[in-house]
């Protein structure tokens, strides 16, 4: 369905080898190196000196993405680490207390550094405070580059232990599959560049940052409409205004009319449809509730699948407002 190969400048990045359609999953991967919520840099280390050989070799092949930065942060990490397990080590000499480090011997701070830069350039962040895991690097989908209007998104499913990319649009064969990698979809150009080039250290050119063609220049002006409305009901309610359930819908609608006419579509978008069915709800307004309900279901079934506890959750939400029918 997909091929792995060169994509210009971004280095390697995936293509679809056939038309993908919307709502198909493309990858389902277990992570390569993961870490827990109650886990730190420190453990990423740790964990990846635990991987067979062959995993490692290819863990280190990964792209990394490295500033002067960061790379000054690593090392002072990677030097508190190793002389925290140094004080470790002698206490595990005394008690025998191993405590989760590596042995002495299969400690490099190069090779510490490599995989800390290797992390942190390809990690997804799993984010949800129920998963088991926070943040992970998958072989394959870790080569997915970046787009602001993204073809695909990738979500995890807790109980699979596995990460699912599913399309988000039909995607024609020879295009890159692409994943948003910054966690808010509305921001303007210069908030998304900004970040990118400090994350991931590049410049993003894809149709929604291109302001000299008429479609990202729409896309902008929309934008900033949002953001306008948005920061119109925020400050509404820091000068003592309760802000009504009217005001937050329109809020609401203006960024899914933004995500829509974009072709972004994944659960920011469902979570609005959600939302905004609530609102409905408490207008009175229960056709059109579930109308937004049941589009919510329908982005979810693409982004999720129908395996996913979350879309599981939206057909009981929906089932509720059919209920309030009858
Ligand atoms: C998670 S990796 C993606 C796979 C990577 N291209 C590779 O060769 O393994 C992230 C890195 O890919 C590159 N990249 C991703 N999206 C890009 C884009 N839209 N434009 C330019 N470079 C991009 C950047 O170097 C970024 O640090």
Redesign the pocket.
């Known amino acids: 369905m997909y091929e792995i190969r060169q ?8 293509f679809a080898k056939v038309f993908i359609p919307r709502g198909t999953r493309i990858f389902s991967e277990r992570p390569l190196l993961a870490i827990r919520p109650d886990q730190g840099a420190g453990d990423i280390y740790a964990a990846f000196r635990l991987l067979p050989l062959e995993q490692r070799t290819k863990l280190l092949q ?4 490295i500033t002067k930065e960061s790379s000054v942060a690593r090392w002072t990490q990677v030097i508190w680490w190793t002389v925290k397990r140094s004080v470790f080590d002698v206490y595990a000499r005394i008690w025998g207390n191993h405590r989760g480090m590596p042995a002495r011997s299969k400690h490099s701070i190069k090779e510490h550094i490599a995989i800390l830069n290797v992390f942190r ?2 990690c997804f962040d799993i984010g949800s405070s129920q998963a088991s895991i926070q943040q992970a690097i998958f072989p394959r989908i ?6 602001c209007v993204p073809n695909a998104q990738g979500n995890f499913h807790d109980e699979m232990g596995r990460f699912n990319v599913h399309a988000t649009r039909d995607i024609k064969a020879g295009k890159e599959l ?1 994943l948003n ?1 910054l966690p808010e979809h509305g921001a303007v150009k210069a908030t998304r560049q900004s970040r ?1 080039l400090s ?8 149709p929604a940052c291109d302001l000299t063609l008429l479609r990202g220049r729409d896309g902008e002006e929309k934008r900033l409409q949002a953001h306008r409305k948005l920061s119109a009901y925020a400050e509404g309610l820091s000068n003592g205004g309760l802000g009504s359930a009217e005001a937050e819908l329109q809020t609401i609608e203006e960024f899914m009319r933004l995500f829509e006419g974009e072709g972004i579509a994944g659960r920011e978008l469902s979570t609005m449809y959600f939302e905004a069915a609530k609102l409905n709800m408490g207008l009175g307004r229960r056709e059109e509730a579930l109308r937004c309900a049941e589009k919510g279901l329908e982005i979810d079934r693409d982004c999720l699948s129908t395996d996913h506890p979350l879309y599981q959750h939206g057909v009981a939400t929906v089932q509720e407002l059919k209920k309030s029918f009858t």
Request: net charge positive; aromatic share 10%; hydrophobic share 25%.
């Open positions: 994509a210009g400048t971004k280095g390697l990045g995936v990964l792209s990394s993405h350039s390809n870790s080569r997915m580059n970046h787009s692409t990698y990118l994350g991931y250290g590049f410049l993003c050119d894809c």
